[in-house]
Protein backbone atom coordinates (compact mmCIF):
# COMPACT_ATOMS: atom_id res chain seq x y z
CA UNK A 1 0.00 0.00 0.00
CA UNK A 2 1.47 3.76 -1.16
CA UNK A 3 0.21 6.72 1.04
CA UNK A 4 0.84 9.77 -0.64
CA UNK A 5 0.18 13.17 1.10
CA UNK A 6 1.54 16.79 2.06
CA UNK A 7 2.45 18.37 5.44
CA UNK A 8 4.09 21.02 6.54
CA UNK A 9 5.75 21.96 3.20
CA UNK A 10 7.24 18.49 3.20
CA UNK A 11 6.52 15.72 0.46
CA UNK A 12 7.16 12.08 1.26
CA UNK A 13 5.23 8.79 -0.21
CA UNK A 14 5.16 5.72 2.62
CA UNK A 15 5.46 2.25 1.10
CA UNK A 16 3.63 -0.59 2.98
CA UNK A 17 3.83 -4.13 2.82
CA UNK A 18 0.66 -6.75 2.79
CA UNK A 19 -1.14 -6.33 6.26
CA UNK A 20 -3.00 -9.43 7.29
CA UNK A 21 -6.56 -7.78 8.23
CA UNK A 22 -9.77 -8.39 9.83
CA UNK A 23 -12.86 -7.17 8.28
CA UNK A 24 -16.17 -5.53 10.16
CA UNK A 25 -18.94 -6.13 8.19
CA UNK A 26 -23.09 -5.30 8.55
CA UNK A 27 -24.32 -8.10 6.39
CA UNK A 28 -26.44 -10.58 8.02
CA UNK A 29 -26.28 -9.52 11.50
CA UNK A 30 -27.92 -7.50 13.86
CA UNK A 31 -26.06 -5.61 16.30
CA UNK A 32 -27.37 -4.84 20.06
CA UNK A 33 -26.02 -2.29 22.06
CA UNK A 34 -26.32 -2.93 26.65
CA UNK A 35 -24.75 -0.46 28.33
CA UNK A 36 -25.51 0.50 31.97
CA UNK A 37 -25.34 3.81 34.14
CA UNK A 38 -26.08 4.92 37.70
CA UNK A 39 -28.01 7.25 37.89
CA UNK A 40 -26.84 8.85 41.44
CA UNK A 41 -29.86 9.46 43.39
CA UNK A 42 -32.32 10.34 40.08
CA UNK A 43 -35.19 11.98 41.29
CA UNK A 44 -34.53 12.50 44.56
CA UNK A 45 -34.80 16.34 46.56
CA UNK A 46 -32.70 15.10 49.68
CA UNK A 47 -29.41 13.62 47.66
CA UNK A 48 -26.97 15.26 45.25
CA UNK A 49 -27.04 16.42 42.73
CA UNK A 50 -29.16 19.32 43.97
CA UNK A 51 -31.18 20.60 41.04
CA UNK A 52 -33.59 16.99 40.08
CA UNK A 53 -35.03 19.04 36.71
CA UNK A 54 -31.42 19.16 35.76
CA UNK A 55 -30.45 16.27 36.85
CA UNK A 56 -33.07 14.52 34.31
CA UNK A 57 -32.50 16.50 31.53
CA UNK A 58 -29.36 15.51 31.63
CA UNK A 59 -29.10 11.92 32.05
CA UNK A 60 -32.15 12.05 29.35
CA UNK A 61 -29.20 13.86 26.67
CA UNK A 62 -26.79 11.32 28.23
CA UNK A 63 -28.74 8.37 27.65
CA UNK A 64 -30.01 9.67 23.65
CA UNK A 65 -26.43 10.48 23.31
CA UNK A 66 -25.23 6.98 24.37
CA UNK A 67 -27.79 5.64 22.32
CA UNK A 68 -27.87 2.07 23.34
CA UNK A 69 -30.50 -0.50 22.54
CA UNK A 70 -31.33 -1.34 25.98
CA UNK A 71 -29.79 0.71 29.46
CA UNK A 72 -29.97 -1.07 32.64
CA UNK A 73 -30.02 2.14 35.09
CA UNK A 74 -29.77 2.06 38.76
CA UNK A 75 -30.98 4.97 41.74
CA UNK A 76 -33.86 5.06 40.24
CA UNK A 77 -36.39 6.77 42.47
CA UNK A 78 -40.16 6.68 41.45
CA UNK A 79 -43.32 6.97 43.09
CA UNK A 80 -47.21 7.61 42.75
CA UNK A 81 -46.55 11.40 42.05
CA UNK A 82 -43.37 11.23 39.88
CA UNK A 83 -42.93 8.37 37.57
CA UNK A 84 -38.77 8.90 36.85
CA UNK A 85 -38.41 6.65 33.81
CA UNK A 86 -41.70 7.43 32.32
CA UNK A 87 -40.24 11.00 32.26
CA UNK A 88 -36.88 9.59 30.54
CA UNK A 89 -38.43 8.06 28.04
CA UNK A 90 -40.83 10.68 27.39
CA UNK A 91 -37.87 13.57 26.67
CA UNK A 92 -36.04 10.63 24.71
CA UNK A 93 -38.60 10.18 22.49
CA UNK A 94 -41.56 7.56 23.59
CA UNK A 95 -42.05 6.18 19.98
CA UNK A 96 -38.74 5.04 20.13
CA UNK A 97 -38.15 4.54 23.85
CA UNK A 98 -40.01 2.33 26.44
CA UNK A 99 -39.23 1.37 29.90
CA UNK A 100 -40.03 -0.91 33.10
CA UNK A 101 -38.65 -0.05 36.83
CA UNK A 102 -38.55 -3.03 39.07
CA UNK A 103 -39.11 -1.59 43.06
CA UNK A 104 -38.02 -2.26 46.14
CA UNK A 105 -38.44 1.34 46.83
CA UNK A 106 -41.56 3.06 45.94
CA UNK A 107 -40.44 6.55 47.03
CA UNK A 108 -38.40 9.58 45.03
CA UNK A 109 -34.95 8.55 46.92
CA UNK A 110 -35.58 4.36 46.52
CA UNK A 111 -32.75 2.71 44.74
CA UNK A 112 -34.26 1.21 42.38
CA UNK A 113 -33.28 -0.48 39.64
CA UNK A 114 -34.82 -0.12 35.72
CA UNK A 115 -34.47 -0.41 32.42
CA UNK A 116 -34.88 1.90 29.09
CA UNK A 117 -34.73 -0.12 25.75
CA UNK A 118 -35.95 0.51 21.96
CA UNK A 119 -38.96 -0.86 20.72
CA UNK A 120 -38.00 -1.27 17.50
CA UNK A 121 -34.53 -3.89 18.72
CA UNK A 122 -36.58 -5.76 21.12
CA UNK A 123 -39.64 -6.27 23.22
CA UNK A 124 -40.24 -6.53 27.37
CA UNK A 125 -41.14 -10.25 28.69
CA UNK A 126 -41.75 -9.79 31.68
CA UNK A 127 -39.35 -8.12 35.53
CA UNK A 128 -39.36 -9.43 38.59
CA UNK A 129 -36.68 -9.49 41.98
CA UNK A 130 -34.74 -12.36 42.70
CA UNK A 131 -35.03 -12.84 46.34
CA UNK A 132 -34.08 -16.48 45.83
CA UNK A 133 -30.73 -15.30 44.82
CA UNK A 134 -29.44 -14.47 48.62
CA UNK A 135 -30.46 -12.47 51.27
CA UNK A 136 -31.41 -9.22 51.09
CA UNK A 137 -29.34 -7.94 54.06
CA UNK A 138 -26.13 -8.94 51.63
CA UNK A 139 -27.65 -7.14 48.47
CA UNK A 140 -28.02 -3.98 50.44
CA UNK A 141 -31.39 -3.96 50.23
CA UNK A 142 -31.67 -3.83 46.88
CA UNK A 143 -32.42 -7.81 45.38
CA UNK A 144 -31.20 -8.61 41.71
CA UNK A 145 -33.87 -6.96 39.54
CA UNK A 146 -34.49 -9.84 36.64
CA UNK A 147 -35.47 -8.75 33.12
CA UNK A 148 -36.79 -10.98 30.13
CA UNK A 149 -36.22 -9.67 26.82
CA UNK A 150 -36.80 -10.57 23.79
CA UNK A 151 -34.16 -9.91 20.61
CA UNK A 152 -35.49 -8.77 17.80
CA UNK A 153 -33.04 -11.01 15.51
CA UNK A 154 -34.70 -10.75 11.73
CA UNK A 155 -38.10 -12.63 12.12
CA UNK A 156 -37.07 -14.83 14.86
CA UNK A 157 -36.71 -13.71 18.91
CA UNK A 158 -34.20 -14.15 20.98
CA UNK A 159 -34.96 -14.41 24.99
CA UNK A 160 -31.99 -12.63 26.95
CA UNK A 161 -32.03 -12.47 30.90
CA UNK A 162 -30.39 -9.26 32.21
CA UNK A 163 -29.86 -9.43 35.71
CA UNK A 164 -29.36 -5.99 37.04
CA UNK A 165 -27.46 -5.34 40.29
CA UNK A 166 -26.73 -2.26 42.76
CA UNK A 167 -23.87 -4.21 45.47
CA UNK A 168 -22.56 -2.88 48.68
CA UNK A 169 -21.19 0.01 48.05
CA UNK A 170 -17.98 1.27 50.36
CA UNK A 171 -14.16 -0.33 50.80
CA UNK A 172 -14.91 -1.12 54.24
CA UNK A 173 -14.45 -4.94 55.34
CA UNK A 174 -17.66 -5.64 56.28
CA UNK A 175 -19.46 -4.20 52.67
CA UNK A 176 -16.82 -6.44 51.03
CA UNK A 177 -18.17 -9.32 52.88
CA UNK A 178 -21.59 -9.02 51.78
CA UNK A 179 -21.09 -8.07 48.23
CA UNK A 180 -18.75 -11.28 48.59
CA UNK A 181 -22.02 -13.68 49.92
CA UNK A 182 -24.40 -11.73 47.31
CA UNK A 183 -21.84 -12.70 44.42
CA UNK A 184 -21.47 -16.45 45.85
CA UNK A 185 -25.36 -17.00 46.67
CA UNK A 186 -26.11 -15.24 42.69
CA UNK A 187 -23.69 -17.54 41.15
CA UNK A 188 -25.17 -20.85 42.40
CA UNK A 189 -28.77 -19.22 41.57
CA UNK A 190 -27.44 -18.66 37.92
CA UNK A 191 -25.24 -22.27 37.88
CA UNK A 192 -28.22 -24.44 38.45
CA UNK A 193 -30.52 -25.97 35.95
CA UNK A 194 -33.04 -23.32 36.05
CA UNK A 195 -30.65 -20.82 34.33
CA UNK A 196 -27.77 -22.82 32.98
CA UNK A 197 -28.65 -22.63 29.45
CA UNK A 198 -30.39 -19.30 29.36
CA UNK A 199 -28.68 -16.00 27.69
CA UNK A 200 -27.50 -13.90 30.66
CA UNK A 201 -26.33 -10.75 31.10
CA UNK A 202 -25.16 -9.75 34.66
CA UNK A 203 -24.68 -5.95 34.50
CA UNK A 204 -24.52 -2.89 36.63
CA UNK A 205 -23.28 -1.22 39.87
CA UNK A 206 -21.24 -3.86 41.31
CA UNK A 207 -19.16 -1.99 43.80
CA UNK A 208 -15.93 -3.52 43.19
CA UNK A 209 -13.43 -4.72 40.57
CA UNK A 210 -13.54 -7.65 38.06
CA UNK A 211 -10.03 -8.44 39.44
CA UNK A 212 -8.77 -7.18 42.76
CA UNK A 213 -10.87 -5.26 45.10
CA UNK A 214 -11.94 -1.44 46.55
CA UNK A 215 -10.89 -2.90 49.78
CA UNK A 216 -7.34 -2.57 50.83
CA UNK A 217 -7.87 -4.00 53.77
CA UNK A 218 -9.20 -7.45 52.47
CA UNK A 219 -6.31 -8.16 50.17
CA UNK A 220 -6.07 -8.07 46.02
CA UNK A 221 -8.87 -11.05 45.40
CA UNK A 222 -12.42 -9.76 43.86
CA UNK A 223 -15.72 -10.69 45.23
CA UNK A 224 -16.37 -11.54 41.63
CA UNK A 225 -13.58 -13.80 41.20
CA UNK A 226 -15.76 -16.78 41.85
CA UNK A 227 -17.08 -15.71 37.85
CA UNK A 228 -14.13 -14.60 37.01
CA UNK A 229 -12.06 -18.08 37.35
CA UNK A 230 -15.07 -19.93 35.95
CA UNK A 231 -14.62 -19.20 31.95
CA UNK A 232 -15.95 -22.49 31.15
CA UNK A 233 -19.18 -20.69 31.89
CA UNK A 234 -18.49 -16.75 32.53
CA UNK A 235 -16.94 -13.71 31.00
CA UNK A 236 -16.17 -10.71 32.66
CA UNK A 237 -16.03 -8.63 29.63
CA UNK A 238 -15.29 -5.01 31.07
CA UNK A 239 -12.29 -6.44 33.20
CA UNK A 240 -9.86 -4.09 31.11
CA UNK A 241 -11.69 -0.43 31.52
CA UNK A 242 -10.20 2.21 34.05
CA UNK A 243 -11.91 4.47 35.64
CA UNK A 244 -12.52 7.81 34.70
CA UNK A 245 -12.99 9.28 38.62
CA UNK A 246 -10.96 6.70 40.26
CA UNK A 247 -7.95 6.55 37.59
CA UNK A 248 -5.98 4.57 37.51
CA UNK A 249 -8.26 2.10 39.71
CA UNK A 250 -10.80 0.08 37.63
CA UNK A 251 -14.26 0.42 36.77
CA UNK A 252 -16.99 -0.59 39.29
CA UNK A 253 -20.15 -0.42 37.25
CA UNK A 254 -19.51 -4.21 34.80
CA UNK A 255 -20.88 -6.53 32.45
CA UNK A 256 -20.58 -10.80 33.10
CA UNK A 257 -21.75 -12.60 30.21
CA UNK A 258 -23.00 -16.49 30.44
CA UNK A 259 -21.41 -18.63 27.89
CA UNK A 260 -24.57 -19.26 25.87
CA UNK A 261 -23.56 -15.15 24.64
CA UNK A 262 -19.82 -15.68 24.41
CA UNK A 263 -19.86 -16.48 20.39
CA UNK A 264 -22.00 -13.26 20.43
CA UNK A 265 -19.98 -10.87 22.20
CA UNK A 266 -18.16 -8.52 19.87
CA UNK A 267 -14.63 -9.08 20.62
CA UNK A 268 -13.06 -5.92 22.77
CA UNK A 269 -16.23 -3.85 22.49
CA UNK A 270 -16.68 -3.13 26.25
CA UNK A 271 -16.68 0.59 26.36
CA UNK A 272 -16.29 3.44 28.98
CA UNK A 273 -18.04 6.18 27.16
CA UNK A 274 -16.06 8.67 28.11
CA UNK A 275 -17.10 11.29 25.22
CA UNK A 276 -20.93 11.51 26.53
CA UNK A 277 -19.11 12.93 30.12
CA UNK A 278 -18.41 16.49 28.12
CA UNK A 279 -22.11 17.21 26.42
CA UNK A 280 -23.85 18.46 29.85
CA UNK A 281 -22.33 20.95 31.90
CA UNK A 282 -20.21 19.70 34.93
CA UNK A 283 -21.61 15.84 34.47
CA UNK A 284 -20.10 14.66 38.05
CA UNK A 285 -21.89 17.37 39.87
CA UNK A 286 -25.21 17.87 38.30
CA UNK A 287 -25.53 14.39 36.58
CA UNK A 288 -24.13 11.40 37.93
CA UNK A 289 -20.54 10.75 39.18
CA UNK A 290 -20.82 7.31 36.97
CA UNK A 291 -20.27 6.59 33.64
CA UNK A 292 -21.90 4.99 30.73
CA UNK A 293 -20.72 1.25 30.49
CA UNK A 294 -21.87 -0.53 27.26
CA UNK A 295 -20.86 -3.70 25.01
CA UNK A 296 -22.27 -5.28 21.91
CA UNK A 297 -23.23 -8.57 21.00
CA UNK A 298 -23.99 -9.30 17.38
CA UNK A 299 -26.63 -12.24 16.27
CA UNK A 300 -26.71 -13.91 12.88
CA UNK A 301 -29.98 -13.57 10.83
CA UNK A 302 -31.27 -17.09 10.09
CA UNK A 303 -34.44 -18.29 8.34
CA UNK A 304 -36.83 -16.00 6.77
CA UNK A 305 -35.09 -12.87 8.36
CA UNK A 306 -34.26 -9.98 6.21
CA UNK A 307 -30.62 -10.81 5.81
CA UNK A 308 -30.39 -6.95 4.08
CA UNK A 309 -31.65 -5.16 6.66
CA UNK A 310 -29.92 -1.87 7.25
CA UNK A 311 -27.40 -2.19 9.92
CA UNK A 312 -25.29 0.50 11.39
CA UNK A 313 -21.58 -0.56 11.44
CA UNK A 314 -20.18 0.34 15.23
CA UNK A 315 -16.57 -0.36 16.28
CA UNK A 316 -14.58 0.62 19.76
CA UNK A 317 -11.03 -0.38 20.97
CA UNK A 318 -9.75 1.26 24.25
CA UNK A 319 -6.16 0.15 22.98
CA UNK A 320 -4.94 -0.98 26.55
CA UNK A 321 -4.90 -4.42 26.42
CA UNK A 322 -2.56 -4.88 23.05
CA UNK A 323 -3.36 -3.19 19.72
CA UNK A 324 -5.47 -5.64 19.25
CA UNK A 325 -6.18 -5.73 15.54
CA UNK A 326 -4.10 -2.85 15.05
CA UNK A 327 -0.82 -3.09 12.93
CA UNK A 328 2.00 -0.61 13.36
CA UNK A 329 4.60 0.36 10.28
CA UNK A 330 7.75 1.43 11.21
CA UNK A 331 9.54 3.29 8.60
CA UNK A 332 12.28 5.16 10.12
CA UNK A 333 14.21 4.86 13.51
CA UNK A 334 14.04 2.32 15.84
CA UNK A 335 11.07 3.68 18.35
CA UNK A 336 7.57 1.64 17.34
CA UNK A 337 4.45 2.10 18.64
CA UNK A 338 2.98 0.08 21.33
CA UNK A 339 0.66 -0.27 23.78
CA UNK A 340 -0.04 0.09 28.04
CA UNK A 341 -2.46 -0.84 30.15
CA UNK A 342 -3.39 2.51 31.22
CA UNK A 343 -2.39 4.78 28.46
CA UNK A 344 -3.57 2.95 25.15
CA UNK A 345 -1.68 2.92 22.25
CA UNK A 346 2.28 5.29 23.17
CA UNK A 347 5.10 5.89 21.19
CA UNK A 348 7.89 8.47 21.80
CA UNK A 349 10.89 9.17 19.82
CA UNK A 350 13.31 10.24 23.14
CA UNK A 351 15.37 7.57 24.55
CA UNK A 352 18.34 7.72 27.42
CA UNK A 353 20.50 8.73 24.04
CA UNK A 354 18.40 11.67 23.24
CA UNK A 355 15.79 12.59 20.79
CA UNK A 356 15.60 10.26 17.54
CA UNK A 357 14.30 10.64 13.97
CA UNK A 358 11.32 8.74 13.70
CA UNK A 359 8.47 7.80 11.09
CA UNK A 360 5.78 5.35 12.35
CA UNK A 361 2.64 4.61 11.49
CA UNK A 362 -0.42 2.91 13.29
CA UNK A 363 -3.31 1.26 10.92
CA UNK A 364 -6.52 0.19 12.59
CA UNK A 365 -8.08 -2.94 11.20
CA UNK A 366 -10.16 -2.95 8.11
CA UNK A 367 -13.28 -1.47 8.35
CA UNK A 368 -16.70 -2.04 6.23
CA UNK A 369 -18.58 0.81 5.74
CA UNK A 370 -19.72 0.51 2.79
CA UNK A 371 -23.90 1.31 2.84
CA UNK A 372 -23.40 3.95 5.24
CA UNK A 373 -24.57 7.37 5.06
CA UNK A 374 -22.15 8.74 7.21
CA UNK A 375 -19.16 7.48 9.56
CA UNK A 376 -17.30 9.54 12.16
CA UNK A 377 -14.93 8.60 15.20
CA UNK A 378 -13.38 10.32 17.97
CA UNK A 379 -10.83 9.19 20.66
CA UNK A 380 -8.74 10.15 23.60
CA UNK A 381 -5.15 11.07 23.27
CA UNK A 382 -2.27 13.31 25.40
CA UNK A 383 1.05 14.59 24.31
CA UNK A 384 3.86 15.65 26.58
CA UNK A 385 7.19 17.41 25.29
CA UNK A 386 5.35 19.48 22.24
CA UNK A 387 4.17 22.50 23.22
CA UNK A 388 5.86 25.26 21.20
CA UNK A 389 5.03 25.95 17.66
CA UNK A 390 8.49 24.65 16.34
CA UNK A 391 8.37 21.48 18.61
CA UNK A 392 4.69 21.14 16.42
CA UNK A 393 6.42 21.98 13.09
CA UNK A 394 9.14 19.19 13.38
CA UNK A 395 7.58 16.26 15.78
CA UNK A 396 3.82 15.90 14.42
CA UNK A 397 0.68 13.76 14.93
CA UNK A 398 -1.64 13.44 12.13
CA UNK A 399 -5.01 11.55 11.54
CA UNK A 400 -6.57 10.71 8.77
CA UNK A 401 -8.13 7.47 6.51
CA UNK A 402 -6.97 4.99 3.65
CA UNK A 403 -8.35 2.19 1.60
CA UNK A 404 -6.86 -0.78 2.15
CA UNK A 405 -4.03 -1.32 -0.62
CA UNK A 406 -4.98 2.00 -2.32
CA UNK A 407 -2.33 4.75 -3.01
CA UNK A 408 -4.02 7.93 -1.04
CA UNK A 409 -4.82 9.04 2.74
CA UNK A 410 -6.48 11.57 3.16
CA UNK A 411 -5.51 13.29 6.50
CA UNK A 412 -8.42 14.98 8.51
CA UNK A 413 -8.51 18.18 10.94
CA UNK A 414 -8.34 16.67 14.90
CA UNK A 415 -10.99 19.39 16.56
CA UNK A 416 -9.00 19.07 19.87
CA UNK A 417 -5.88 18.70 20.21
CA UNK A 418 -3.82 18.05 23.02
CA UNK A 419 -1.67 21.53 24.38
CA UNK A 420 1.54 19.34 24.42
CA UNK A 421 2.76 20.00 28.06
CA UNK A 422 1.12 17.36 30.07
CA UNK A 423 -0.07 14.24 30.38
CA UNK A 424 -4.13 14.82 30.32
CA UNK A 425 -5.74 13.55 28.01
CA UNK A 426 -8.07 15.50 25.36
CA UNK A 427 -11.28 14.37 23.81
CA UNK A 428 -10.35 14.83 20.01
CA UNK A 429 -13.60 15.46 19.45
CA UNK A 430 -16.35 13.88 16.55
CA UNK A 431 -14.35 13.24 13.26
CA UNK A 432 -15.98 12.96 10.02
CA UNK A 433 -14.91 10.77 7.53
CA UNK A 434 -15.22 12.03 3.97
CA UNK A 435 -17.96 9.85 1.96
CA UNK A 436 -15.32 8.43 -0.74
CA UNK A 437 -13.60 6.86 2.52
CA UNK A 438 -17.14 4.94 2.79
CA UNK A 439 -16.44 1.91 1.39
CA UNK A 440 -15.66 -2.23 2.42
CA UNK A 441 -11.72 -1.60 2.68
CA UNK A 442 -10.94 1.93 5.40
CA UNK A 443 -8.44 2.16 7.75
CA UNK A 444 -7.99 4.86 10.41
CA UNK A 445 -4.08 5.89 9.74
CA UNK A 446 -2.59 7.78 12.87
CA UNK A 447 1.39 8.92 11.75
CA UNK A 448 3.97 10.20 14.04
CA UNK A 449 7.30 11.96 13.41
CA UNK A 450 10.13 13.10 15.49
CA UNK A 451 13.98 14.37 14.43
CA UNK A 452 16.74 14.84 16.31
CA UNK A 453 15.75 17.98 18.31
CA UNK A 454 12.14 17.37 18.78
CA UNK A 455 10.52 13.94 20.43
CA UNK A 456 7.04 14.23 21.75
CA UNK A 457 5.13 11.85 23.52
CA UNK A 458 1.90 10.53 21.56
CA UNK A 459 -0.78 8.34 23.38
CA UNK A 460 -4.14 7.65 22.00
CA UNK A 461 -6.88 5.47 23.81
CA UNK A 462 -10.37 5.14 23.82
CA UNK A 463 -11.29 4.93 19.76
CA UNK A 464 -14.91 4.60 19.01
CA UNK A 465 -16.65 4.96 15.53
CA UNK A 466 -20.14 5.21 14.56
CA UNK A 467 -21.62 4.89 11.25
CA UNK A 468 -25.73 5.23 10.09
CA UNK A 469 -26.52 3.11 7.65
CA UNK A 470 -28.00 4.39 4.14
CA UNK A 471 -31.23 2.07 3.45
CA UNK A 472 -31.64 0.77 0.12
CA UNK A 473 -35.19 1.28 -1.39
CA UNK A 474 -37.24 -1.12 -3.59
CA UNK A 475 -37.60 1.72 -6.08
CA UNK A 476 -37.40 5.58 -6.16
CA UNK A 477 -40.09 7.00 -3.57
CA UNK A 478 -41.41 8.69 -7.18
CA UNK A 479 -41.82 5.65 -8.89
CA UNK A 480 -44.02 4.31 -5.82
CA UNK A 481 -47.59 3.03 -6.66
CA UNK A 482 -50.12 2.77 -3.95
CA UNK A 483 -50.28 -1.09 -3.59
CA UNK A 484 -53.47 -2.61 -2.88
CA UNK A 485 -52.69 -4.94 -0.35
CA UNK A 486 -52.02 -1.78 1.72
CA UNK A 487 -54.18 0.31 3.08
CA UNK A 488 -53.27 3.66 4.58
CA UNK A 489 -55.69 6.33 5.71
CA UNK A 490 -56.27 9.26 6.63
CA UNK A 491 -54.02 10.16 3.69
CA UNK A 492 -53.23 12.75 3.48
CA UNK A 493 -52.52 12.33 7.43
CA UNK A 494 -51.71 14.97 10.60
CA UNK A 495 -51.32 12.73 13.20
CA UNK A 496 -52.17 9.33 13.50
CA UNK A 497 -52.05 7.25 10.30
CA UNK A 498 -53.94 3.77 10.16
CA UNK A 499 -52.56 1.07 8.36
CA UNK A 500 -54.46 -2.26 7.07
CA UNK A 501 -52.00 -5.12 5.52
CA UNK A 502 -54.28 -8.41 5.95
CA UNK A 503 -51.85 -10.03 3.47
CA UNK A 504 -48.74 -8.62 5.33
CA UNK A 505 -48.59 -11.33 8.08
CA UNK A 506 -47.23 -7.76 9.54
CA UNK A 507 -44.09 -8.28 11.59
CA UNK A 508 -41.36 -4.80 10.79
CA UNK A 509 -43.08 -1.45 9.65
CA UNK A 510 -40.29 1.06 8.51
CA UNK A 511 -41.10 4.66 7.39
CA UNK A 512 -38.87 6.58 5.04
CA UNK A 513 -38.77 9.83 3.69
CA UNK A 514 -38.41 10.72 -0.04
CA UNK A 515 -34.41 10.90 0.37
CA UNK A 516 -34.55 7.70 1.63
CA UNK A 517 -33.72 8.56 5.38
CA UNK A 518 -35.30 5.35 7.82
CA UNK A 519 -37.23 7.94 9.95
CA UNK A 520 -38.43 4.64 12.44
CA UNK A 521 -38.50 1.24 12.73
CA UNK A 522 -41.90 -0.65 14.71
CA UNK A 523 -42.66 -3.80 14.67
CA UNK A 524 -46.47 -5.06 15.59
CA UNK A 525 -48.44 -8.81 15.44
CA UNK A 526 -51.70 -7.48 14.20
CA UNK A 527 -52.60 -6.37 10.35
CA UNK A 528 -54.33 -3.22 11.51
CA UNK A 529 -52.19 -0.89 12.84
CA UNK A 530 -52.35 2.87 14.19
CA UNK A 531 -49.31 4.86 13.69
CA UNK A 532 -48.71 8.46 15.30
CA UNK A 533 -47.01 10.40 12.82
CA UNK A 534 -47.74 13.98 14.55
CA UNK A 535 -43.55 14.43 14.45
CA UNK A 536 -42.82 13.93 10.99
CA UNK A 537 -42.27 17.16 8.99
CA UNK A 538 -44.65 17.91 6.42
CA UNK A 539 -44.03 15.50 3.12
CA UNK A 540 -44.33 12.77 1.45
CA UNK A 541 -43.29 9.40 3.05
CA UNK A 542 -42.96 5.44 2.16
CA UNK A 543 -44.09 3.13 3.85
CA UNK A 544 -42.70 -0.37 3.77
CA UNK A 545 -43.99 -3.53 5.33
CA UNK A 546 -41.77 -6.61 4.07
CA UNK A 547 -41.79 -6.65 -0.27
CA UNK A 548 -45.08 -4.58 0.09
CA UNK A 549 -44.73 -0.09 0.04
CA UNK A 550 -47.16 2.61 -0.60
CA UNK A 551 -46.99 6.25 -0.31
CA UNK A 552 -48.38 8.98 2.25
CA UNK A 553 -48.70 12.21 2.69
CA UNK A 554 -47.93 14.17 5.98
CA UNK A 555 -49.52 17.38 6.12
Request: charged residues 15%.
Amino acid sequence: MKITYYYLSKYFTLCFCTLAFCTISAQNTVSFKVATLNCEWLSCPDNAPNNDALQINNIATVLSYVDADIFCLQEIGTSNSYKTLDTLVKKMGSSIWACNISTNNNSNCGQNQGIIYKKSKMNFVSSSQMSAAGTSYNFAGRYPALYEMNFIVGDQLVPVYFVNLHMKAMSDETSYDRRLAASTTLKTLLDGSQWNTKNVVIIGDLNDYLVGTQCNSCGEISPYKNFMDDSQNWKGTTSNLISLYYYPKPVIDNIIISNELFDKYVSNSAFQDIESTTIVNNYSSSTTDHVAISINLSFSINGNGDSTACQSVNYTNTLTHGLDGFVTQNLQGEQVWSSDAVYGAKISGYTLNGNMPNLDVLLSPVLDLSGMESASFFFEHAIKYGETNTEKLHNYHLVGVTRFDATYTQFLEVPTMPVGDSWTFFNSGQIEIPAEYLTSDVQLVFVYQSDASYASTWEIRNLKLTSVCSPTLPTSIEEIVADTKIQVYPNPVEAELNVQCAMCNVQCVEIFDITGKLHSTLHFDDSTIKIRVGDLKPGTYLLKIGDYSTKFIKQ
